[in-house]
């Protein structure tokens, strides 16, 4: 589930969640994920279709697509929204990407920034070790075959006569980061259209 909503935080005029006027009893459809736009069409959030039915119902978004099943409340029955937009324009969050290993092997194209391989098989190298106080940044891991790893050990670059292909940084979150890392299904066919240049497993492509 959610742990953070964006909408809420950062923006007063959108509804509350569970606001008393919002249907009351949900299928188990009520779970699916919904693709939330900004006003702009921009992709902007993943919601539950209880929340953006509580965003329709109060008028704050339009439904675009829907999924084909209802959603049952105490009063009536609605169509589950699949991708919902905003009526006005929410600014976004900043958002940064996760250090994470696989990010460091997207940011790096899974090549080692020692030797250049190209290979699936790598590990996270500090480039100061983390032994002589080097810390766990964006700016201080790289992508390491074991090899390079191996031979650079606790060594800095200099003692281990070893170079960088290129200085590590933080990198830009995807246009897509935010939503898909919200999502843990593949992305629902209604939502493609508003999310042009997504590969097809779904994956960030950079
Ligand atoms: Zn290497």
């Not at 964006?6 to 008393?20: E, T, Y």
């Not at 029955?77 to 929410?90: D, G, K």
């Not at 190298?125 to 606790?154: F, I, Q, Y």
Request: with cysteine.
């Amino acid at each position: 589930m959610l742990d953070t909503d964006p909408l809420q935080r950062h923006n007063g005029h959108v509804a509350p969640d569970g606001s008393s006027e919002g249907p009351t009893a949900f299928t188990r459809n009520g779970h699916r994920p919904v693709l939330v736009l900004n006003q702009n069409y921009e992709p902007l959030h993943v919601a539950t279709v209880r929340r953006a039915l509580v965003l329709w119902l109060s008028g704050k978004a339009e439904i675009l697509e829907t999924y084909d099943q209802d959603v049952a409340t105490a009063q009536r029955r609605f169509p589950a929204p699949s991708v919902i937009r905003l009526h006005t324009l929410v600014k976004r969050p900043p958002v940064r990407v996760r250090l994470t290993r696989r990010e460091v092997f997207l940011r790096d194209d899974f090549t080692c920034q020692y030797c250049g391989v190209r290979t699936h098989d790598l590990t996270i190298d500090h480039v100061v070790p983390r032994s002589r106080g080097g810390p766990h940044t964006w700016e201080n891991v790289v992508s390491a075959c074991r090899a390079c790893n191996h031979r650079k050990g606790g060594k800095s670059l200099a003692e281990a006569r070893m170079q960088l292909l290129r200085q590590p940084f933080e990198p830009r979150p995807g246009r897509y980061y935010h939503v898909q890392r919200l999502l843990r299904t593949p992305v629902h066919e209604s939502w493609r259209k508003f999310l042009p240049d997504l590969d097809a497993t779904g994956r960030r492509s950079r």
